[in-house]
């Protein structure tokens, strides 16, 4: 399970570099373009659009994945220490329930989408670019929900160790 992990995380991490960069390298070309050549690509910046979408995703998934969502520790502060793993539980059942509930809503969302048959750019079906807004929500909902069950066993790990 570890080795999966690892590499889940790997291709994760590689995802958004890859997209980072192509988002750079696009908008670069595409200013020169502008500048130097008195035209630009149009389907350009619809594909920068939807890559901003897909770079907050994923940068949402990898901070989901250390536990470093931003997060008020007002209570982490006052709080005697025996209560902050019910607090934290409660955190991370509130988190879950809330990226499961958008999850199932950016389904309903991608499916009028592809029904209504839109597309981006290039021929490419704007639900297939929006398709990354389930996924991303539904792996934050199962890494808070694992992070309750470990919590539940007092295994929980810092905001330091990967999780699942």
């Given amino acids: 399970m570890r080795r999966l992990l690892f590499w889940l995380h790997r291709f994760e991490d590689g995802l958004i570099v890859t ?6 390298l696009l908008a670069v070309a595409q200013i020169g373009l502008r500048n130097f050549g008195g035209v630009s690509l149009v389907w350009a910046e ?4 939807n890559a901003v979408l ?7 998934m990898i901070a989901s994945r250390k536990d470093e ?7 982490a ?23 499961v509930l958008t999850g199932w809503y950016s389904v309903q969302f991608v499916i ?3 029904q209504f048959g839109a597309t981006a750019f290039a021929g490419v079906p704007s639900w297939l670019l929006q398709a990354v807004i389930p996924l991303g929500f539904t792996v934050m909902a199962l890494r808070y929900l694992v ?11 810092s905001m330091r160790e990967p999780v699942a």
Wanted: contains cysteine.
């Fill in 77 to 99: 502060n006052f709080l005697p220490e025996r209560l902050l793993p019910w607090v934290t539980g409660l955190v991370d059942l509130f988190t879950a329930g809330i990226c």
């Fill in 19 to 24: 997209v980072l960069l192509g988002m750079v």
């Fill in 54 to 60: 897909w770079i907050g995703l994923l940068g949402a």
């Fill in 147 to 157: 992070l309750f069950g470990l919590g539940l066993r007092g295994r929980r790990p």
């Fill in 69 to 75: 969502h931003i997060r008020i520790d007002l209570a």
């Fill in 112 to 114: 009028e989408e592809y």
């Fill in 46 to 49: 619809p594909l920068l659009r």
